[in-house]
């Protein structure tokens, strides 16, 4: 079936821009997932959706930075007033709520910010 | 905070021999912890993970080795191909939130044949 699908793959922007990045998780996960990584550092986690359950935004670096996932599948992250900091690899993951340890990734969405 | 680290950027091991990856982690609170696999412009994928109750977990030719005392685990890949050249992250679970993963920076692992 198909996997995590991440759009768009690219995005190129100018600081002070609202930007929006969508995630599709693969059909039947209850669970998805935002991360960040930036230039030679590893996975940063940002926000977790469970269910219905109210998402865990505990790495969300700043109030530009939010969230939310429509019906229970579809997540789109946004980033206001984009920060030359804020250029990273987004990434977008999701699971069975049981799986939790086993995170299916999207390809990312690359985001720079000039 | 560098609540997970993967002190080696990178290593190099030839076709047929073991690759040893490590990985310490300072947080007590963490009970589960994963070994991930991403290729170039692609996203990670699940490799093997470990809960806090075993010190060990096989799966084929990969191996993870937890020592709690030490807050240390590592993964050995044996024989190793040369197509497990990838970046190797470390990640850890625990606490009220197990969906929220707490990666290290990665090491580069380049299997020459």
């Known amino acids: 079936g198909a996997g995590v699908s991440q759009s768009p793959s690219n995005k190129v922007t100018e600081k002070g821009k609202d930007v929006e990045l969508r995630c599709d998780p693969i059909?039947?996960?209850?669970?998805l997932y935002w991360y960040r990584q930036s230039l030679g550092q590893g996975l940063e986690f940002l926000i977790y959706?469970?269910?219905?359950?109210?998402?865990?935004k505990s790495g969300l670096p700043s109030d530009r930075f939010s969230a939310e996932r429509t019906g229970g599948s579809v997540s789109t992250l946004t980033i206001q007033r984009t920060q030359q900091e804020d250029s990273a690899v987004y990434l977008c993951?999701?699971?069975?709520?049981?799986?939790?340890?086993?995170?299916?990734f999207g390809p990312g969405t690359r985001l720079t910010v000039t | 905070d560098q609540q997970v680290k993967q002190n080696s950027p990178s290593l190099s091991v030839q076709e047929g021999r073991i690759s040893i990856l490590n990985c310490d982690y300072t947080?007590?609170?963490?009970?589960?912890f994963l070994w991930y696999k991403k290729y170039p412009a692609e996203g990670p994928t699940f490799l093997i993970s470990?809960?806090?109750?075993?010190d060990k977990n096989e799966d084929g030719r990969f191996t993870v080795f937890l020592n709690k005392s030490a807050k240390h685990l590592s993964l050995h890949i044996v024989p190793s191909q040369p197509g497990d050249s990838a970046v190797y992250f470390c990640?850890?679970?625990?606490?009220?939130?197990?969906?929220?993963?707490?990666f290290g920076q990665g090491t580069i692992l380049t299997v020459h044949p």
């Open positions: 959706f469970q269910g219905n359950s109210a998402p865990d």
């Open positions: 947080n007590s609170m963490f009970d589960y």
């Open positions: 990640a850890a679970s625990g606490g009220t939130s197990y969906g929220k993963l707490t």
């Open positions: 993951a999701s699971s069975h709520r049981d799986g939790w340890y086993e995170q299916y």
């Open positions: 470990i809960s806090s109750i075993k």
């Open positions: 059909s039947g996960h209850t669970a």
